[in-house]
């Protein structure tokens, strides 16, 4: 079932040899570790291709080939390890606050070769770390996820954040503390989720 998903996402995206077996890597380091620490539910696994890399990897057609990328709440490492895969020429920092995930993350970096890093620390504890795109998906609801990611969006990097079906509820709340341009591009992965693309944050001052 897995290799089927697989195939589907292959149809449907444009993948180098190279990048497709970074990615084979990663999802093997993900298969090898995903029961002994729950990384991912036992349904999601075959779907893994077309639900989970397929939703990140629309975020590559707003992510140069050299670009600095912080991933915030990488998790199992979705869009952090996607990313990193993609784009070997950048260098994408995943900021996780939970140590075996943070030992997963290191080690399906090592098996891939990608060129990236892990921080273990809560993201608002973060000191500087340079970017050029700040992503999360499945992190934080979009105001609280401005919070987090104000450091760096403020400075001029672009966030690339994407949302579930509550997302126009979310942008809504957002705007009553924040003032930012926003794109909301529908998902390629079909359902009411979006990918909000983020620039020119400031603070509201009234």
Same mark, same amino acid.
């Given at each position: 079932?897995?290799?089927?998903?697989?195939?589907?996402?292959?149809?449907?995206?444009?993948?180098?040899?190279?990048?497709?077996?970074?990615?084979?890597?990663?999802?093997?380091?993900?298969?090898?570790?995903?029961?002994?620490?729950?990384?991912?539910?036992?349904?999601?696994?075959?779907?893994?291709?077309?639900?989970?890399? $397929?939703?990140?990897?629309?975020?590559?057609?707003?992510?140069?080939?050299?670009?600095?990328?912080?991933?915030?709440?990488?998790?199992?490492?979705?869009?952090?390890?996607?990313?990193?895969?993609?784009?070997?020429?950048?260098?994408?920092?995943?900021? &996780?606050?939970?140590?075996?995930?943070?030992?997963?993350?290191?080690?399906?970096?090592?098996?891939?070769?990608?060129?990236?890093?892990?921080?273990? &620390?809560?993201? &608002?504890?973060?000191?500087?770390?340079?970017?050029?795109?700040?992503? $999360?998906?499945?992190?934080?609801?979009?105001?609280?996820?401005?919070?987090?990611? $104000?450091?760096?969006?403020?400075?001029? $990097?672009?966030?690339?954040?994407?949302?579930?079906?509550?997302?126009?509820?979310?942008?809504?709340?957002?705007?009553?503390?924040?003032?930012?341009?926003?794109?909301?591009?529908?998902?390629?992965?079909?359902?009411?989720?979006?990918?909000?693309?983020?620039? &020119?944050?400031?603070?509201?001052?009234?």
């Amino acid at each position: 079932m897995v290799n089927e998903d697989r195939a589907a996402f292959l149809a449907a995206n444009d993948v180098s040899r190279e990048t497709l077996e970074r990615l084979d890597r990663v999802l093997a380091t993900l298969d090898d570790w995903r029961n002994r620490t729950n990384l991912i539910g036992p349904r999601e696994w075959p779907v893994i291709w077309a639900r989970h890399v $397929a939703d990140c990897f629309q975020l590559l057609d707003y992510i140069p080939d050299d670009a600095r990328v912080v991933d915030l709440g990488s998790g199992a490492g979705f869009p952090g390890l996607i990313i990193a895969a993609a784009r070997p020429h950048g260098h994408v920092t995943m900021i &996780e606050s939970v140590g075996k995930k943070c030992a997963f993350l290191r080690a399906a970096i090592d098996a891939a070769g990608l060129s990236a890093t892990v921080r273990q &620390e809560r993201v &608002e504890s973060l000191g500087p770390t340079p970017a050029d795109i700040v992503t $999360a998906r499945a992190f934080a609801p979009l105001p609280k996820l401005l919070d987090y990611a $104000a450091p760096w969006l403020e400075s001029g $990097a672009t966030g690339l954040f994407l949302k579930g079906e509550r997302w126009k509820e979310e942008l809504t709340e957002a705007r009553q503390r924040w003032n930012f341009a926003c794109e909301a591009i529908p998902s390629r992965v079909g359902g009411s989720g979006r990918l909000l693309i983020v620039r &020119e944050l400031r603070r509201d001052r009234q």
